[in-house]
């Protein structure tokens, strides 16, 4: 039987380079740059899943970091990352403005 794919918008607001560089090689593995800060990913629940422990990890890395540096610490406090289902329903209503909005665009990884 065949996992479900879904579709989930990660978008994620990081204020310095190198932790934001170090999150997009992470979520660029799991699917395609939509905008500067948001991806479009097609999951499956263990993809879903395996992203999620990837992004915990991410945020004790950078909690490490951040602990040994205060003007990053600052500068990071407001951080977050996002991971939002859109589902058929949301999808079909979606507008976009300027690049379309393609949802077949992302390559599915099981």
């Known amino acids: 039987m065949a996992l479900e794919v879904n579709t989930y918008f990660v978008f994620y607001d990081i204020a310095a380079t190198k932790l934001r560089n170090k999150l997009v090689k992470i979520v660029g593995g799991y699917g395609n740059r939509f905008q500067y800060s948001v991806f479009i990913c097609q999951l499956t629940k263990p993809r879903k899943e395996e992203l999620e422990g990837k992004i915990q990890d991410y945020f004790v890395w950078k909690r490490d970091l951040e602990a040994k540096n205060d003007k990053l610490a600052l500068e990071s406090k407001f951080d977050s990352v996002c991971i939002l ?26």
């Not at 058929?88 to 990884?109: H, I, W």
């Open 85 to 110: 289902l859109a589902c058929k329903q949301c999808r079909a209503g979606a507008v976009s403005f300027g690049r379309p909005l393609n949802f077949d665009e992302t390559t599915v990884v099981v």
